[in-house]
């Protein structure tokens, strides 16, 4: 079953675009890693989903429910962690979660959980706190009533590592649980860790849609070697480059023949490597 | 639908100005406790000045409703009422209602806000049920405040006049909300929305004592084209197309005791009659009409004898010969005004003759205008029946 559906799903600023023809489909269950650098869309179509800015043109469903009629029904069950956090500053942190758990009028059953491993002063009031606590706050006010949705943007910015790792744990354990998490980001190393597909856009578009896995393995690796001869006379694909006496290349699927080319040559040193996601971040980002 | 009746922003925002509410509950009890107090002091040098007129100038500025400032009511009303109150905390109230959404926006914490299963038509509506508590406070704090000090110096004051004041300043108070809240979602600067929003609310307190010292208004001889245009500008002008003329109605005038009558010969002078009646009604006058009771079939007349004897004033408009005014002068006992009409055949010499009879009738008590000037007859019999 899919949370989200979304189908050439568009939005323009006047003339200048922010998203277009967009579409893609969220599983339940799943972490989905939206991909991308700054500007690129991201916090457009997340803002676009939740109902926040009206599509030029396209449709989106979370849940079945279309976006454009039913999204206070649809917000039941979808929490949304804003990139640019602001919190009401005069209100302390356990006033401002009352104030929301009021607003979303259920129990709230991840609270202590979150309370234990993020934990914030909450006699404080807001304007006290410092990135990290509003970050955090952030995160329990998002998971405190077990939303079947979190849409996150950006969320582990400004968190420490230990803090990041324990909220990937925290992520991976929600979706042990059957939630459905959607992330955007710019960190690879993030989606790398904990997302399932990922879709990556740029200049407005998705230029990629793929299983986290298949992508790296899709990509195939990339190969290493130091020879006797002089690196010149090896023949190898055309973006060969050649660094310090090392040959380095990349191999899609045919690495069978490669090894066996090698065995023509004097090998002083090899390393075959997995493409990682940056890797292929730059290729998309670099390539075309 | 349930979660719309929990007020959950509302409740907040109440609490949010919990502080604010107070602060200017207190400063209003203060400012009230502060110019009562100060009456009996000022109450000589304001009697004075009241002897000298100068509150006249004063009335012609904030509105004929202001009472003499001399006496505490007056005083009150102009001091406390229609400068602090109206003014001060109107824009006080605008100020914070012009800031409440635009604030959420600009400190971006709409976001979160919008995250929750709420509509945004649902956050407008809460934050603004949110603000009408504290409207309420500051209201009866301060009127409260004002019995406490009346009865203190020893004034005399109706404080069921004062309660339904208050009470009838609620709507005003919720109006200004109103478009304090309007603003404050068109402008995403809390600032810019505040400050446009005193920008109209003295905008508009001034057109309103302006548009108070305005009269009625009335226009003659004007034609549906002019009519179409002055609609445009003010959408409660009536227009009566048998007198060709144009009404605006501001005030409402005391009617006057005595009763104006109207009479004509013939059918044709009825415009001319028509704009005499409008002139004398909207002058305050009680107006009577009897048209087409000419000589030309006298006994049509003494079917209005008792009219005529009961008039306090009666105009007659009549062409042609225009010998009906004559006829009437010699009947009734009141002043007659007389006005020749152009209507008849040429040597009537477009009303002359008329005219040239009237003004040498035998009867006495009677006026003559110019020919159909029917809103100079009306005008003077207005004059006439004080």
Excluded at chain 1, 51 to 63: D, K
Excluded at chain 1, 277 to 284: A, R, T
Excluded at chain 2, 50 to 76: Q, R
Aim: hydrophobic residues 45%; contains cysteine; charged residues 25%.
């Amino acid at each position: 079953m899919n949370v989200i559906e979304t189908s050439n799903l568009t939005k323009y600023y006047g003339k200048i675009k922010g998203v277009e023809d967009l579409t893609l489909s969220v599983k339940k269950g799943e972490i989905f890693g939206f991909l991308g650098p700054n500007g690129a869309g991201k916090t457009t179509t997340i803002r676009t989903l939740l109902g926040y800015l009206h599509p030029t043109r396209g449709s989106a469903t979370i849940f079945g429910r279309n976006i454009e009629d039913e999204i206070v029904d649809i917000k039941r069950e979808v929490a949304y962690i804003p990139g640019d956090l602001n919190i009401y500053g005069h209100l302390t942190g356990k006033e401002f979660l009352d104030y929301f758990a009021a607003l979303r009028n259920r129990e709230m059953t991840l609270l202590e959980e979150l309370l234990k491993n993020f934990n914030v002063p909450l006699e404080r009031k807001l304007k006290g706190y410092s990135k990290g606590m509003k970050q955090k706050i952030g995160i329990i006010q998002a998971f405190m009533d077990d939303p079947e949705m979190v849409i996150m943007d950006e969320p582990t910015s400004g968190l420490d590592p230990l803090l990041q790792q324990k909220f990937y744990d925290f992520l991976i354990k929600q979706k042990k649980r059957g939630r459905t998490m959607f992330l955007s980001s710019h960190i690879l190393s993030e989606v790398d860790r904990v997302c399932d597909r990922v879709g990556i856009i740029k200049d407005g578009n998705l230029i990629a849609l793929e299983d986290v896995e298949t992508l790296k393995s899709k990509r195939g690796k990339i190969i290493r070697l130091k020879i006797k001869e002089k690196p010149e006379t090896f023949k190898g694909p055309k973006d060969t480059k050649i660094k310090d006496g090392w040959i380095q290349f990349i191999v899609m699927d045919d690495i069978d023949s490669w090894i066996k080319k090698f065995s023509k040559y004097i090998i002083q040193d090899l390393v075959i490597e997995d493409f990682s996601l940056e890797d292929i971040f730059i290729h998309y980002y670099e390539g075309e | 639908m349930n979660d719309i009746f929990r007020f959950r922003i509302a409740f907040q925002t109440i609490m949010d100005y919990k502080k604010t509410t107070l602060i200017l509950t207190l400063l209003f009890m203060a400012m009230a406790v502060l110019y009562c107090g100060m009456f009996p002091a000022f109450k000589e040098p304001l009697e004075e000045m009241a002897d000298s007129g100068i509150f006249e100038s004063f009335s012609s500025f904030f509105g004929p409703s202001t009472f003499d400032m001399a006496t505490y009511v007056g005083f009150l009303n102009l001091e406390l009422y229609q400068i602090f109150w109206i003014v001060i905390l109107g824009i006080i109230i605008g100020f914070v209602a012009a800031s409440l959404i635009s604030k959420e926006i600009e400190g971006k914490t709409i976001d979160i806000l919008m995250s929750n299963p709420v509509s945004r038509k649902q956050i407008v509506f809460e934050k603004f049920i949110g603000l009408i508590p504290m409207t309420l406070i500051i209201n009866f704090g301060t009127m409260l405040a004002v019995m406490g000090i009346t009865v203190l110096i020893g004034e005399e004051l109706s404080f069921g006049n004062l309660f339904l004041t208050h009470v009838a300043s609620i709507p005003y108070f919720l109006s200004i909300l109103g478009i304090g809240m309007l603003l404050s979602v068109i402008i995403d600067e809390k600032m810019k929305a505040s400050i446009i929003f005193i920008a109209l609310l003295m905008g508009m307190y001034f057109i309103e004592t302006m548009s108070k010292r305005n009269h009625s208004i009335l226009a003659t001889k004007a034609d549906k084209k002019i009519f179409t245009a002055v609609k445009k500008m003010h959408t409660k002008a009536e227009y009566n197309e048998l007198a060709k003329t144009i009404v605006i109605r501001k005030e409402k005038l005391k009617p006057k005791k005595g009763m104006i009558l109207v009479i004509t010969a013939g059918t044709s002078d009825i415009p001319v009659a028509e704009e005499a009646v409008v002139t004398a009604e909207i002058m305050g006058n009680k107006v009577e009409k009897a048209y087409d009771v000419g000589v030309a079939g006298v006994h049509r007349l003494f079917d209005i004898k008792d009219k005529i004897f009961d008039a306090n004033v009666i105009i007659v408009v009549a062409g042609m010969e225009g010998a009906l005014a004559s006829i009437v002068g010699g009947l009734a006992s009141r002043p007659v005004i007389a006005v020749p009409t152009s209507v008849g055949y040429g040597a009537s010499f477009k009303g002359i003759a008329p005219l040239l009879t009237m003004m040498n009738s035998c009867a006495e008590g009677i006026v003559v205008v110019n020919i159909d000037n029917g809103f100079g007859a009306g005008y003077f019999a207005s004059l006439i029946n004080r």
